[in-house]
């Protein structure tokens, strides 16, 4: 089974838990394992959001500082990046794993710095201008999911 690490980070757009919460239901449709990596924050919302663990289940979840200090066996990389410290997270696991990665930079605004930093660590990134509406979000990780397998 191929595993992939979702690397989630700070939660302050609206977008992001559902578009997670999306990606998760997408990778384990594919039959990937899925191991999120997050601050305590976002790993709360995200219990929270599925009380039930319908797309919880059988996810593995980590402090996103300990990830970097528990290697374990990683296929792919996806990360969101909405702020600077999500982008050295991302470019960070990168190279602790040296695992693909992927990056779907989103916001109110494109931050190009964000993609170049990104782009020039080997890193694929997609971005999605979407701050509150998770929909472009959902849109990239169709792509990502389906077209970068």
């Keep these: 089974m191929m595993n992939v690490l979702v690397i989630v980070g700070c939660p302050e757009p609206p977008a992001l838990i559902p578009s997670v919460l999306y990606l998760i239901n997408q990778l384990k ?81 494109i931050n190009e710095e964000f993609v170049k930093s990104l782009e020039e660590e080997g890193i694929k990134t997609f971005t999605a201008r979407a701050f509150h509406n998770p929909m472009p979000v959902v849109v990239q990780l169709k792509k990502i999911v389906n077209e970068n397998l």
Excluded: W
């Design 29 to 109: 449709k594919k039959g990937f394992g899925v191991v999120i990596a997050a601050n305590p924050a976002a790993l709360k919302l995200l219990e929270v959001a599925d009380d039930d663990k319908y797309y919880l289940k059988g996810v593995g979840f980590q402090n996103i500082d300990e990830g970097l200090k528990n290697k374990f066996d990683v296929d792919m990389i996806i990360g969101f990046a909405h702020n600077d410290a999500a982008v050295n997270y991302i470019i960070t696991y990168k190279t602790v794993y040296g695992s693909k990665t992927t990056a779907l930079v989103f916001g109110r605004c």
